[in-house]
């Protein structure tokens, strides 16, 4: 079956600090690729997606990620974070090779940033 | 802005009653979906569906059912309440993307606990 993995369940960094999250994925082939947030008390939303094309994705609030096809992976990146970037961050993908429509999140990385 | 909305927020229901999560999308999302989200776990696919009167199983979906009469909306059944489906609940729905999945827009959850 289609997994995704986060290797960190929790985060714990100062502000200013750069931030990387790893995400793996067990399916080859076509996939679209997405990292989602939900910062405390709200509900998910975006921050970047992959379908084609340029690897290197830029996302909202500074936030980047690297589709690398021979490692399986999408690690979401951020130069410098913010206080207010405390949240928890999912990874999910989307694979032709899995049931079409089916998207499947990894288990989550909560994230604090400490002032 | 796309609205999903999950008709309760918060619920506490008794082993075996019977439970209906209701959620509704105006955005003529052909896409829907139920997930649910427990600590360390991220977000498990109950099931979802792709058009009116059609559905598939996820991930996990011994316990529940659902119905899809109309394009907007979604509900989540559950025929007896268990202990262990005291879980969030997270509707979503997306546009397709090639095939796949687009971007998923969340409602902002049910919280259920069986007692």
């Known amino acids: 079956a289609q997994s995704v993995s986060q290797h960190n369940h929790h985060v714990i960094l100062s502000e200013a600090a750069s931030l990387e999250l790893g995400c793996n994925y067990s399916?080859?082939?076509?996939?679209?690729l997405f990292w989602y947030v939900q910062y405390p008390g709200q509900h998910l939303q975006l921050l970047l997606k992959?379908?084609?094309?340029?690897?290197l994705v830029k996302g909202i609030k500074g936030f980047e990620a690297e589709f690398i096809k021979s490692k399986f992976s999408f690690n979401l990146r951020k130069p410098s974070v913010q206080w207010s970037d405390t949240a928890e961050y999912f990874c999910?993908?989307?694979?032709?090779?899995?049931?079409?429509?089916?998207?499947?999140f990894g288990g989550g990385t909560r994230v604090l940033v400490k002032p | 802005d796309v609205k999903v909305t999950q008709s309760s927020r918060y619920l506490v229901k008794r082993t075996g009653e019977k439970v209906f999560l209701e959620c509704v999308q105006d955005?003529?999302?052909?896409?829907m979906f139920w997930y649910r989200q427990d600590p360390g776990l991220g977000l498990r696919l109950i099931y979802f569906?792709?058009?009116?009167?059609?559905?598939e199983k996820g991930d996990i979906p011994e316990g529940y059912s659902v119905s899809r009469e109309k394009k907007e909306r979604f509900s989540l059944i559950l025929e007896s309440a268990s202990t262990n489906q005291t879980s969030m609940y997270l509707c979503?729905?997306?546009?397709?993307?090639?095939?796949?999945?687009?971007?998923?827009?969340f409602g902002e959850g049910s919280r259920l606990t069986v007692l």
């Open positions: 979503a729905s997306s546009l397709r993307a090639g095939g796949l999945t687009g971007e998923l827009f």
């Open positions: 399916y080859g082939g076509t996939v679209n």
């Open positions: 992959y379908f084609s094309g340029d690897p």
């Open positions: 999910a993908v989307n694979s032709y090779k899995a049931a079409g429509n089916k998207l499947t």
């Open positions: 955005m003529d999302h052909e896409n």
């Open positions: 569906s792709y058009d009116v009167k059609m559905k």
